[in-house]
């Protein structure tokens, strides 16, 4: 079984034309792991100024599913089945990063969790957690 | 207690610059219930040109959110404690809208659905639904 | 394809040996839907003498599970691949009852929601909603 | 503020009657965490005689729940709110145990963990995660 490579990855990221409007970033450092990040801008706001919560959500949906794509073989893709989050602090740091980590890699099933943290000056915090499911697939067609 | 109007959720919905990033329109048509859309663009897409989960979950968080905040006095705002999402269909048509309802309104905490519908020349699927924990707060900084 | 019969799955109810230690009862009414309920009886209790949480999560995954089985080929089992339950009001009634029902029935994968009611003199009322995620196996090894 | 002491959260378990009912264990060891033991017997099992997955959800609750009475004034009790569960291996050890950790302790509002593992003559191995919200209250009523 042939896995991704690196630039498989960061080459699937780059067709995700949100992930471009966002500006965001990803980097992976070793196999089920993910880690991608984003600089803080009003477009990216709720109400107080802070990272607005389905910015959180995506960070976290989409590391935990990069995270389990640099398990699969080559000609397969992720898709996330459910998505679980838990926003446990406010998002007010000029950067937010999440981080995708596998659970267990079934043949066909992943269980991921992925953090979400803000920095700032002052240092960074955790401000969300995630537990989610993912489906490798052929095609995205095979949602289900 | 002075609820808030369905002008003074608007107000604050036109706060989110993340909603007028995406393109985002709300309604609401009757307290408890809350609907946001969202036309199909590049910008919002993944590798296959359909909506991006971040999306999906971003409308499903935000028209719960709302759908309580129609229910909460005047001076309270919605944090949404914890968001869980099953992406249950491909999201490929050419107009995304959530719909946000309240299950039950407590005195803080508000426990909430979503259900997320595309559109396309086919007619309408329901592609995502969500259960949500939300709390009314004076400040966002009370996020706990 | 032969699907199950209703007697199937009310013999795959009756091999779950939990099932009988809680005194629960199931019952099929169409494809796709399930209803399992349950007595109030001491040994289901929390410090206030209202049901546990635990005995509501387990009717509602319960329920979901086997409204899923009902959807099955014959030689086909549920696995929970993961559940999720919000608990919006005090379980106090006499009885204790949870409706399983199939939200989108794939290949493999099947998304499905449960209600959880109890009810006592006084009346009926919502005490738990669910969203769940659940696997079509043809043996329980294949959890993953 | 007086804290709850160990014996406090003893006591709180053992007027679980559930708890004795499955014949749980629970011991505290540091504040924040707790683990809820339970020995395999036929009255716990599914289909396979594995632990029912409704018993896996039961301890990952309750040991989250009490992991966050751990942290919580003498007069305050634990209300889940929502409790999320991946089961991601087979339980088919001859023990079930939950570690329930506090991630975020707010003033009423407590975000928590539970891992769930089972354990046999082969060692032991994690079977499910979950990620839940608690409440702190003064009056079970309160629920909302």
Known sequence: MEKKSVQDIINAFNKQKFMKFLNAEISINEPGLCQI??????????????????????????????AATSLMEKKREPLT???????????DGSRLWAIGKVLSAGKRIFHAEAKVFTSSDDGS???AVALLTIKSTLRVE???
Not at 38 to 64: C, M, P, R, Y
């Open 125 to 127: 915090k955790l401000c």
């Open 81 to 91: 089945i459910e998505c679980k989050v838990n926003f446990i602090d406010i998002a």
């Open 142 to 144: 095979e949602i289900l």
């Open 37 to 66: 990040s984003i600089k803080h801008g009003e477009d990216l706001t709720q109400q107080h100024g802070l990272f607005h919560g389905g910015v959180i959500s995506t960070l976290a949906d989409n590391s935990a599913a990069f």
